[in-house]
T-cell receptor, first 114, second 113 residues
């Protein structure tokens, strides 16, 4: 059983929709991450939150907007996405962001943009 | 800039055979992680290697780290079908404002009877 929970598991949205992906962990970790993974590719880092502050934004388009309401929750707000944004979005957590530690991944949210 | 190379990228093995997956990286790092991913699923942590000479074993898999050679290996002993998956190594990157992990491209392992 994963200790990082992501919802929804599947999401289909149109290019004009606004939706959110949610992630929750109760391991007391202080770093949380969003990764994007396309088929047959490694995960690509999008955002890192460390102690609830955004510490890394890997030049992600503004149509992706992260939010960390508290140390256990991480959201990814989606707006005006493109079909090429269709991918598996993985949330992960670790004890802390520095030094880079073992990541614990959620099951992912599979996003399809029509 | 830290670069991570895995090889081979594809590996087709027969059950019962042994093989090794290699993970090379370009700049100094002392932390390396191995993950497994089944098709359509998330990443599962396999091994955490935190120092030079670290060796970890779990079942038919054994991972090692040589920080001087900037090389980690994942050795598969007497492969079984259940080991079919994609295996990623990820290396700790100490650059930037906060560290993160740099993933290799992954090795897709297929074990055939």
């Amino acid at each position: 059983d994963t200790e990082v929970t992501q919802t929804p598991k599947h999401l289909v949205m149109g290019m004009t929709n606004k939706k959110s992906l949610k992630c929750e962990q109760h391991m007391g970790h202080r770093a949380m991450y969003w990764y994007k993974q396309k088929a047959k590719k490694p995960p690509e880092l999008m955002f890192v939150y460390s102690y609830e502050k955004l510490s890394i934004n890997e030049s992600v388009p503004s149509r992706f907007s992260p939010e960390c309401p508290n140390s256990s929750l991480l959201n990814l707000h989606l707006h005006a996405l493109q079909p090429e944004d269709s991918a598996l979005y993985l949330c992960a957590s670790s004890h802390r962001a520095s030094p880079p530690g073992e990541l614990f991944f959620g099951e992912g949210s599979r996003l399809t943009v029509l | 800039e830290l670069k991570v190379e895995q090889n081979p990228l594809f590996l087709s093995m027969q059950e019962g055979k042994n093989y090794t997956i290699y993970c090379n990286y370009s700049t100094t790092s002392d932390r390396l992680y191995w993950y497994r991913q089944d098709p359509g699923k998330s990443l599962e942590s396999l091994f955490v290697l935190l120092s030079n000479g670290a060796v970890k074993q779990e079942g038919r898999l054994m991972a090692s780290l040589d920080t001087k050679a900037r090389l980690s290996t994942l050795h598969i002993t007497a492969a079984v079908h259940d080991l079919s998956a994609t295996y990623f190594c990820a290396v700790a990157n100490y650059g930037g404002s906060q560290g993160n992990l740099i993933f290799g491209k992954g090795t897709k392992l297929s074990v055939k009877p």
